[in-house]
């Protein structure tokens, strides 16, 4: 393939055949030249100039998933046709099912091992998430699909539970008890007025949260 | 007061006198020589024969709260007057009423600042804790006070929600909130068979966990 004189699309390429690899080996098996391979028709000089390190096109990949999460979040808060509870369980149901978002989550899972990186993402999961459910629950106990007392209880462990309570790289289980647990949580959730987890979104949960599974892999150094 | 002759209580009367001291002025803005000084007969190097720094003594401190907080449990879990669920709540009430280790705790909050202490106790929420709360609970299923078929998870969220999630360190809070946020979280374990949370045990709950709130101070290096 002829080199490309757009630097975006280079990029584009890059992270694209990143992201298929870290799917089909895991981000830990992955080297810059398994890229380079994967690419054909660019040298690891080429790649460093882009990202400078594997790290750099990980995080590069998970801000472009969240871009993409973002606009369809925003899709779905745009349409007239949900409550608030049902605006939750497709943006619930597409978050643990969308399969390029999943595996990516999955790629980055071991950043988690580093001390550094796990404070930051629980401060994301106390404070940043929480702050984004909010309006979603109070739109909720407006139109009467979420009659909760604990509007930021209840976006606090939406936040809390499901990414890490319910993460098995933090407490490991099979699948029967990860349904198990997504019973017990949805079980709570009814208690204080948020029945988003329904009988179908347990089912489809439980399979999801199943993806992260397995033996956490050791941080790269 | 004479030099004492007996180490460990020379040791000893260094760590109430730290503790006095922690407890009145913040471990932040306690130093070596302020125990020097509260002590009167002993010289810095006498404390650092002792202990080799000031972490070292919140450390022992700590030590030595966990060995008192085991003794009561273990106090506790041997009477036969009491179902589990009267002893959880003794021994819920106990920790978050018992002065001295609430100030401890306290003292040792701000070490929460740093990412490896942090993930060192997440580690100890979501694992350690669990095993020590699941057999009482699966003694309440037995004895009938705690109908729950989640035993597991119960014994998780019980060792993560009040450590973690109830705690003002991590979720700023008002007195009025908390009682909210504990009133929150007792409809949902009340909602999978587990009502350790009474009125009465709410209103102690929080009082005792505001001890906790204040700005996070900075750990030292």
Redesign the interface.
């Known amino acids: 393939m002829a080199r490309n004189a757009h630097p975006e699309v280079t990029r584009t390429r890059i992270l694209d055949a990143a992201q298929r690899l870290f799917m089909a080996q895991g981000y830990e098996h992955t080297s810059i030249q398994d890229i380079v391979d994967e690419l054909g028709d660019l040298s690891k000089g080429a790649i460093y100039h882009h990202f400078k390190s594997k790290e750099a096109i990980l995080e590069e990949l998970t801000n472009r998933d969240n871009n993409m999460q973002d606009d369809f979040n925003e899709s779905v808060m745009n349409r007239t046709d949900l409550t608030a509870l049902e605006k939750f369980r497709v943006l619930w149901r597409h978050s643990m099912t969308k399969q390029d978002h999943v595996q990516i989550m999955r790629a980055a899972m071991p950043m988690l091992s580093d001390?550094?990186s796990?404070?930051a993402n629980?401060q994301v999961w106390?404070k940043h998430l929480p702050e984004r459910f909010l309006p979603l629950i109070e739109a909720g106990v407006k139109d009467g699909s979420i009659p909760t007392e604990?509007p930021r209880?209840a976006a606090?462990?939406l936040s809390?539970l499901p990414n890490?309570?319910l993460m098995p790289y933090?407490?490991p289980v099979t699948l029967p008890e990860m349904e198990?647990?997504i019973r017990?949580l949805a079980?709570?959730?009814?208690?204080?007025g948020v029945p988003i987890f329904d009988d179908e979104l347990i089912t489809v949960a439980a399979k999801g949260m199943m993806t992260f599974a397995g033996e956490p892999e050791k941080g790269s150094e």
């Open positions: 001390p550094v796990f404070a629980m106390s604990y209880e606090e462990l809390l890490y309570w933090f407490y198990h647990r017990c079980t709570m959730l009814d208690a204080i």
